[in-house]
């Protein structure tokens, strides 16, 4: 065994013995992680894997054919060393996922996205995603990989006209409309902490407004306002104004009126009219 190997396997084994009394227990139950073919924000999804590791779940990982061949052992090797995570059988899941709090979704592809969509489910992690949503599980679902973003643009896949894009933003409107809870992968821990924890721990997820709420006001683009963006607004102590036909879910909805965040309709955030309506 080389020394670069001992070094790994001690820091492994000091890891597993530390790591529980951080919180890395599994006490708060199991969380379905599901890996689609995205390429974009695995660093990210890495980091938010292991922050919900330390709060307390058991993370049981399902992938789909491409995601398992792009990174499936990369991602396994650098769990290594943390506890209460564990492979999904390919097929034989249905139980894992009765028994789950929730089902998460760090890596969205545009195909998974198409497929959830269309309500296809021929692999597994569509195939996790839809029956997560039938079963009534929360499924939080990072959208970074299907946005137009800084890693979209690093891989030169942030091309195409109006009526591409469009298309996207349709499939993720419907993708919340079903019950999907979108969100960036910065947020993904915190919000799915608060989703699985019930109904009053997406408020101690969202931590404490800034002393003296804003009056500031946050504006947002996006074309469905999530739940994840009203906890955004929450930590900067600031309302939002969205576009007058942004679609407002109803979680983003009951979460606001409970963390006392405002929503503006505003059509000053889709040109020049201006004009603003409650939400």
């Known amino acids: 065994m080389s020394t670069g190997d001992q070094v790994t396997d001690l820091v492994t084994a000091v890891l597993s013995r530390l790591l529980p009394r951080l919180g890395a227990d599994g006490r708060r139950g199991s969380l379905i992680v599901v890996f689609t073919g995205a390429t974009v924000g695995y660093d990210g999804a890495l980091d938010q894997l292991r922050s919900l590791i330390l709060r307390g779940f058991h993370l049981r990982l399902g992938f789909s054919e491409m995601a398992d061949h792009l990174y499936g052992e990369p991602l396994r090797e650098q769990l290594a060393g943390f506890p209460q995570w564990s492979s999904l059988p390919p097929f034989t899941w249905l139980r894992d996922l ?15 996205l198409s497929k959830v969509a269309g309500l296809i489910g021929d692999n597994q992690a569509s195939n996790l995603i839809l029956h997560g949503l039938f079963t009534g599980k929360p499924v939080v679902v990072a959208k970074n990989g ?29 993708a919340a409309e079903y019950g999907c809870t979108l969100t960036d992968i910065t947020q993904l821990a915190a919000v799915a902490d608060g989703l699985a924890g019930g109904s009053d721990a997406i408020v101690a ?56 965040v405002h929503l503006v309709r505003d059509a000053a955030t889709d040109g020049p009219r201006g004009g603003l309506q409650g939400c």
């Open 98 to 112: 009765r028994e789950a709090k929730g089902v998460v979704v760090p890596m969205l592809s545009v195909n998974s």
């Open 146 to 174: 299907v946005e137009r973003n800084r890693g979209r643009v690093e891989l030169g896949f942030h091309h195409g006209g109006p009526s591409l894009w469009r298309a996207v933003d349709d499939r993720l409107r419907l």
């Open 205 to 260: 997820a969202a931590g404490d407004v800034p002393t003296g709420r804003s009056s500031v006001s946050r504006v947002v683009t996006n074309k469905v306002i999530t739940q994840g963006d009203v906890v955004e607004a929450h930590r900067a102590g600031a309302d939002m104004r969205c576009m007058p036909q942004a679609v407002i879910t109803p979680l983003a909805r009951e979460t606001a009126a409970r963390l006392g």
